[in-house]
């Protein structure tokens, strides 16, 4: 699978894949959707929030017919989350 130009964050890890797949999401389906790992810097930026752990999931979503980063939604993997997956357009 070639790379998107601007894609935030990084590849998922095993443990990403492995608690995704937990939830019947398997690695082709992952990598096909351009899920991507975002640290707790980014996953703030995302969701507006400062302070905490808000490393999680970048879902991203592209306008039809494009291969550009249009928006996403975020999802925290840290256990004391608490908040919902907000909406995040760049």
Known sequence: MLPLPNLVGTDLTAADYAALEARWIDRDLADG???RRVDSMTGGEIIGRRGGNHAGILIPYFLPGSDRFWSGNWICMNPRCYH???????
């Open 33 to 35: 959707a351009h899920l």
């Open 84 to 90: 919902h997956s907000p909406h995040y357009s760049r």
